[in-house]
């Protein structure tokens, strides 16, 4: 693997809240292109982890690269680099569908021409050119959960960070959602990507899981599979999790 397609490092990453270890001593690396899945119990500090690498917080000790940068000295070039779409939908739903994409390709840097001419496209390609004047409001959720992704790699990000993005979501509208996700890695665009449905471990490329605050597996579904003697990712995370002690983030 060349040096040049890490495009997330972390060694040692800690971050500590008073006496309690929230994330201990993470060390991984993710490449570009890659779907990586980063799974873990509730309390099992992947959120905290995941708000580091994305520059929101500031690690206790450590380092992190994300994108060339240091997580704590360049989060703001990190911020620039990365696109993010969390787990509460994170558009404006009193702006139409056209407003919310120019909004964040602005909040992104990108210049008015360019974001005229992406935007016809993306409708198209997501076949929402007849909803370009609908309030966001009025869209089913799928649809939301579609655009708000097409929005967080509008401006073509190294890295996109999704925190649980199909929560809610029915099944047929999530497997569309992860057609979007495959398009994206393979443009380039590595996706980082956090849920709770264990089939969608299985789309990833590589998959940790994180128990207390630690990475205690780190490897792709077939082999973690083999590892753990079982067939299917649910029962890896089920192993895993028995041994957690904490609950709650």
Known sequence: MNENDIVIRTEQLTKRFGSFTAVDHLSFEVHRGEIFGFLGANGAGKTTAMRMLCGLSRPTSG???????????????????????????????????????????????????EIEEKTDALLQRLEFSEERETL?????????????????IFHEPKIVFLDEPTGGVDPATRRQFWELIYQAADRGITVFVTTHYMDEAEYCNRVSIMVDGRIDALDTPRNLKQQFQTDNMDEVFQQLARKAVRKAD
Do not use: C, T
């Open 136 to 152: 966001v409001k009025r869209l089913p959720l799928g649809w939301k959960q579609k655009l708000a992704f097409s929005v967080s």
């Open 63 to 113: 380092k992190g690269l994300v994108a060339g940068f240091d997580i704590h000295k360049e989060s703001e070039q990190v911020k620039r680099n990365i696109g993010y779409m969390s787990q509460k939908f994170s558009l404006y739903e009193d702006l139409k569908v056209w407003e919310n994409i120019r909004l964040f390709a602005g909040i992104y840097g990108m210049r008015e021409k």
